[in-house]
């Protein structure tokens, strides 16, 4: 089944406990992303990627970090996360470039305390 | 930046009437417009989308129109029922790898 995923889906952390979300497809897409879904501001994209170990940022990178080492993997790393990044995220993965379909993962809600 | 903004926020239409829901675009390169359905709980699903050479596109009930010139484009749902009840996104691509979304819709079907 083509699908994307990400684990954990919950997670409750405390300030400055260093993080890591994974995220995997199997549908060999070369573009993969992450956003952030907040009420009242919709998805905005994190980080993205073209392809391995080709990343860039998105319009909110701060305090964020991404590695894509292998094509279906693009892990999402919080290094000192902070309240301000509780949030739910999602990881996307494309065909060749974001101006394709892009099929969404689970989600992951986390909560920094 | 780029910035896309969408209207209304929250929708409330009776089963079997058209809901309308309107996004604008700043960057004109944006090339790409895709539409997505989040139900509660659950992960965003595109559920049309439309391209800068068109001018409007339809599957069964839903269609998306786009006016480049003004740069808005509008997504309609024709004959609701109460599973279209969700959260609607708007987006815009520059035909490069930045997606744009808008903050989204909250639409009620009444049955």
């Known amino acids: 089944e083509a699908q994307v995923t990400q684990n954990p889906r919950y997670l409750i952390t405390v300030t400055g406990k260093k993080l890591t979300v994974t995220c995997s497809q199997n549908?060999?897409?070369?573009?993969m992303s992450w956003y952030r879904q907040d009420p009242g501001l919709g998805l905005r994209q994190i980080y993205y990627?073209?392809?391995?170990?080709?990343?860039d940022k998105g319009d909110v990178p701060e305090g964020y970090k991404v590695s894509r080492k292998e094509k279906r993997n693009f892990p999402l790393i919080l290094e000192s996360p902070s309240p301000n990044q509780t949030s739910l995220y999602f990881c996307?993965?494309?065909?060749?470039?974001?101006?394709?379909?892009?099929?969404f993962g689970p989600g992951t809600r986390l909560t920094v305390l | 930046g780029e910035n896309v903004e969408q209207h209304p926020s929250t929708l409330s239409v009776q089963e079997g009437d058209s809901a309308v829901i309107k996004c604008t675009y700043s960057?004109?390169?944006?090339?790409?417009f895709p539409w997505y359905k989040q139900e509660l709980g659950k992960r965003p699903q595109l559920i049309i989308d439309?391209?800068?050479?068109?001018g409007e596109k339809k599957d069964q009930r839903i269609a998306v129109t786009l006016n480049k010139t003004a740069k808005h484009f509008s997504l309609h749902i024709t004959e609701t029922q109460p599973e279209d009840s969700a959260v609607y996104f708007c987006?815009?691509?520059?035909?490069?790898?930045?997606?744009?979304f808008g903050a989204g819709t909250r639409l009620f079907v009444k049955a």
């Open positions: 987006a815009a691509n520059t035909g490069g790898f930045k997606t744009i």
């Open positions: 960057d004109s390169a944006s090339n790409y």
């Open positions: 990627s073209m392809n391995v170990e080709v990343t």
């Open positions: 996307a993965s494309s065909w060749s470039t974001g101006d394709n379909e892009q099929f």
């Open positions: 439309i391209r800068s050479n068109v």
């Open positions: 549908m060999n897409h070369e573009y």
